[in-house]
T-cell receptor, first 112, second 116 residues
């Protein structure tokens, strides 16, 4: 069965710290890995990664995929209280349709 | 605002009842996805429609069904409701069927269903 595992499940840090969130996956035919941020309601898209070793960056957030290790990390530098959210990792399989398998998420809390 | 709309925002109903959740995708998006998010299960893919046709199925119960109409809006029907069906139901949309960059899914605000 396809599986996506995120760690840690919960993380509490102080404003200004740097955090690294992990995602590992087991899927039959991997196509892409996506990161989402979920605050109060709907998940919002952050990154889509398809190629190994290529970093995607957006401001203080960056992510990289390691296809050999079947994993990805999401880094957030100089964290702010507004970064507090649940970060979701999802993996898309190669098939005729776009079925995403989501991890349980990492609940990140940034304390002032 | 993702451009995906869902109604209603909240729904409270009793066990055994039937409800319909509605979703309007972003303008131009042909794919619609339904997800269930409960506290203990995380975000679970239910079903995908593309341009009116069912294209992928996930962990969707037989008591649940969905359809996508010619105007591309979609409805998720939940029947014989049980307490365990209480959850947030999200709809998402994307431009194409699968794959490729710029085909990420954009999520609506969700419908919170409470079954008493």
């Amino acid at each position: 069965e396809d599986k996506v595992v995120q760690s840690p499940l919960s993380l509490v840090v102080h404003e200004g710290d740097t955090v690294t969130l992990n995602c590992s996956y087991e899927v039959t035919n991997f196509r892409s890995l996506l990161w989402y941020k979920q605050e109060k309601k709907a998940p919002t898209f952050l990154f889509m990664l398809t190629s190994s070793g290529i970093e995607k960056k957006s401001g203080r957030l960056s992510s990289i995929l390691d296809k050999k290790e079947l994993s990805s990390i999401l880094n957030i530098t100089a964290t702010q209280t507004g970064d507090s959210a649940i970060y979701l990792c999802a993996v898309e399989e190669v098939q005729g349709a776009q079925k995403l398998v989501f991890g349980q998420g990492t609940r990140l809390t940034i304390n002032p | 605002d993702s451009g995906v709309t869902q109604t209603p925002k909240h729904l409270i109903t009793a066990t055994g009842q039937r409800v319909t959740l509605r979703c309007s995708p972003r303008s131009g998006d042909l794919s619609v996805y339904w997800y269930q998010q409960s506290l203990d299960q995380g975000l679970q893919f239910l079903i995908q429609y593309y341009n009116g046709e069912e294209r992928a199925k996930g962990n969707i119960l037989e008591r649940f069904s969905a359809q996508q109409f010619p105007d591309l809006h979609s409805e998720l029907n939940l029947s014989s409701l049980e307490l365990g069906d209480s959850a947030l139901y999200f709809c998402a949309s994307s431009p194409r069927l699968a794959g490729g960059i710029y085909n990420e899914q954009f999520f609506g605000p969700g419908t919170r269903l409470t079954v008493l």
